[in-house]
């Protein structure tokens, strides 16, 4: 368990358009504004982020309907639309004049879908373990598959969810692809115990790489280019969100670039920590032009 024992830390609630976000601040100076992923999935995973709170002010909020915010039925809601108002709805309320933000994972998509409205005060965009496309995540996805055994792949490809043979492929595909881990840090347990799977079977799917949600045919990739802010992608070596998309990304951007984790998958910030804390850093606290 990490310990951020002296530092300023503030946590409440923020009204939304159908109930309560929570969100939590720690540290102080610039601020980093922290999207998680899911659909539906809370800020717990993130915990390593924490780490940046000895010279930012880290911002977390759980997004409406998961973790500690209030839970709403309200399906309308379920859209990237509401979250990009939600967003902004915490940025009012906290009253951020500047800020950065990274997004994780579908937070990445969410902070694309932000940042294409060219709002105030938005100085630096870190698109960490990105889901922006989901037909280029599916492609990846099918790539992925191909690296498994023989008998993961045969599974995925000719059963479903709930049978024993896909159950287990699929903990095969999460544990290379997903986690690069074999056991989980108590905050990714959390995480999971507070998602609202109902979130992210509407809007994604039952996996991570079976899309059936309203996310199927999102891809707001064309917008990238119109994205002039320094954006950091950062990814796993063997990340669901491959190196390859996020140089297929950057290369749309005009001020972007890449760091990937070599021994990393979908949670680099677990596995390689101190390299990842290091490079958001880094990219946080200087100035960035592309090829540098």
């Keep these: 368990m990490l310990r951020f024992l002296g530092r300023k830390k503030k946590e409440g609630f923020i009204s939304v358009k159908g109930g309560r976000v929570w969100f939590q601040t720690i540290g102080s100076g610039p601020t980093l504004l922290v999207l998680h992923g899911g659909p539906g999935y809370p800020h717990d995973y993130l915990e390593p982020l924490k780490k940046l709170s000895n010279e930012f002010q ?9 973790g500690n ?4 039925t309200d399906m309308s809601l379920w859209t990237v639309e509401h979250f990009v108002s939600e967003l902004e709805n915490v940025i009012a309320t906290l009253g951020l004049e500047q800020y950065h933000i990274l997004g994780q994972s579908w937070g990445a998509a969410l902070a694309v879908s932000f940042a294409q409205t060219k709002p105030r005060g938005l100085q630096k965009l870190i698109l960490a373990n990105p889901y922006i496309s989901t037909p280029i995540w599916e492609q990846d996805a099918a790539r992925l598959i191909e690296k498994l055994h023989p008998i993961h792949r045969h599974a995925l490809k000719t059963s479903h969810v709930g ?19 074999d056991t989980l840090p108590e905050p990714c347990v959390r995480s999971g115990q507070k998602m609202n799977g109902d979130i992210y079977r509407y809007m994604w799917g039952p996996t991570e790489f ?23 992608f950062i990814c796993g070596r063997n990340d669901e969100a491959t190196p390859e998309a996020c140089e297929q990304f950057a290369a749309l951007m005009s001020n972007a670039l890449v760091a990937v984790l070599e021994k990393s998958a979908h ?18 606290v200087r100035d960035i032009a592309k090829n540098e």
């Design 210 to 232: 079976v899309v059936t949600g309203t996310l199927k045919n999102f891809d707001p990739s064309d917008h990238l280019k119109n994205i002039a802010l320094p954006t950091l």
């Design 69 to 72: 915010s209030e839970r709403s």
């Design 58 to 66: 880290v911002v977390f909020y759980d997004q409406l309907g998961c």
């Design 163 to 181: 049978l024993p043979q896909f159950d287990e492929a699929q903990k095969e595909y999460y544990r290379r692809f997903v986690y690069g881990m």
């Design 267 to 284: 949670h680099a910030h677990w596995t390689e920590t101190e390299k990842y804390i290091q490079i958001v850093r880094g990219f946080l």
